[in-house]
């Protein structure tokens, strides 16, 4: 009886969790999530149940990582990675594989003869093919589409030395392109990285997306990664940057959305490899987030979302890094130690105020008019921006 008593309790609650976020974009795109482990590989837990009700596509934040597949030579860790596309099986979502070469979270031995000399450009490229068919053959035809490279451009559009660039030459983005395509003919490849709202950046991903199509290299689409901030970057620039890979005939995926409500004293960028000390004055808020900050943040996703959507013809998919606050990578970076709340859920799985603003907009673009807050409805922008937010997207009538 007891036990029942407890079943049916957690049944309530799993219940009533906040749901259909995806569902408010179908028809424009997919809203993905990045998972860590703890999500997917015992199943199913609250995190699990609430990831399979608001995200239609997911994309592994570790576990297909070099450093996680392959941390040793010929040695292959597959259990993690298995379990999370089984997960995306189970839920009918759109895998995302992330990411085959990469500078960063890639081990050494890639680069390095045994006595520790610079292995030479053959032996890169033969270590990079086999770590990509390896990887990629294993899940054909279940993972749709492979983040090839991740972060190789700097912010002038140029390539930055990396140890693949360094050891293979320039021509290492089109060699791990063609050996993902080889693994799987019918996966999809994109090009990720950061600060992609930078027109000299994006001018010079886009010059090798027009090369390799030239050469007839696979190239689906092109990952703006897209940490943000409260402030920045413009939406402008990041919807011009929409609009030119768009103009390429590619397609734009936005593949790790989060927005940072921390101070950012040291511009906007998202180099793993770029950490700061810790200073008080940059962790403000770590008894909790003040409501108003929590609005500006809702307000902040609602602008971002309102552009996606205007884009929805480029756009493919919206992936957020992550689900709730208290695992999110920005507790760590670019300050370690602090408290940021980047994401669409609290620490206890809760939706906040961003999430239920988000899936609000969505309804209303698709024409399912939603409950208006009666404040809304009587005077107009009184009770804060989310709900003034909702009702200038109801008068729209779309
Ligand atoms: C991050 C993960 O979220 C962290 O858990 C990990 O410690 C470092 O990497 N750009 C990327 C992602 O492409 O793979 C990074 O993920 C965040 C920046």
Redesign the pocket.
């Known amino acids: 009886m007891k036990t029942n008593i407890a079943l049916s309790v957690i049944c309530l609650a799993a219940a009533s969790a906040f749901g259909g976020i995806k569902d408010a974009y179908t028809g424009r795109f997919h809203v993905g999530a ?1 998972l ?1 482990k703890w999500v997917y590989e015992q199943t199913p837990n609250a995190e699990s149940d609430l990831v399979a009700a608001n995200f239609s596509s997911i994309t592994a ?2 576990e297909m ?1 070099p450093e996680r597949v392959q941390p040793r030579e010929g040695e292959f860790h597959w259990d993690s990675a298995d379990k999370f596309v089984a997960f995306g099986e189970r839920h009918g979502m759109k895998i995302i594989g ?2 085959l070469v ?1 500078h ?2 890639t081990p050494d031995w890639f680069f390095k003869n045994a006595d520790g000399s610079k292995a030479d450009r053959e032996t890169l490229i033969a270590r990079m093919r086999t770590h990509i068919h390896a990887v990629v053959g294993r899940y054909k035809g279940r993972v749709h589409g492979w ?1 090839v490279v ?2 190789a451009f700097d912010d002038a559009g140029a390539l930055h030395p990396s140890p693949w660039r360094d050891g293979i030459g320039d021509d290492f983005i089109e060699l791990a392109f063609r050996f993902a395509h080889e693994a799987d003919p019918n996966a999809e490849l994109y090009y ?1 990285d ?1 600060n992609m709202f930078n027109q000299s950046k994006i001018a010079g991903v886009l010059r090798m997306v027009r090369e390799f199509r030239a050469k007839g290299v696979r190239i689906d689409g092109v990952g703006l ?1 897209s ?1 943000n901030g409260l402030g920045g970057p413009a939406v402008a620039d990041y919807e011009r940057s929409i609009q030119r890979i768009g103009a390429e005939g590619v397609k734009a995926m936005v ?2 959305l989060d927005v940072s409500v921390l101070p950012n004293a040291w511009g906007l960028t ?3 490899t770029k950490l700061h000390d810790y200073e008080e004055k940059y962790n403000p808020y770590t008894k909790g987030c003040p409501a108003d900050v929590l609005e500006a943040q809702a307000k902040r996703y609602c602008e971002l979302f309102e552009m996606y959507l205007r884009n929805s013809d480029i756009i493919d998919r919206v992936t957020l ?2 689900v709730n606050d208290a695992t ?2 920005f507790n ?2 670019p300050v370690p130690g602090r408290t940021d709340y980047p994401l669409f859920f609290d620490k206890d799985l809760k939706a906040k105020p961003c999430a239920e603003a988000v899936e609000k907009l969505g309804r209303e673009w698709k024409g399912e008019k939603t409950a208006l807050k009666p404040d809304v409805l009587t005077t107009g922008t009184a009770g804060g921006f989310i709900g003034a937010t909702v009702g200038m997207y109801a008068t729209r009538g779309r």
């Open positions: 990045a860590g934040e570790n990582k992330h990411c990469w960063y979270q983040d991740n972060e990720n950061f990664q940490h593949t790790e998202a180099d793993p890094w992550g999110t990578w760590d970076y």
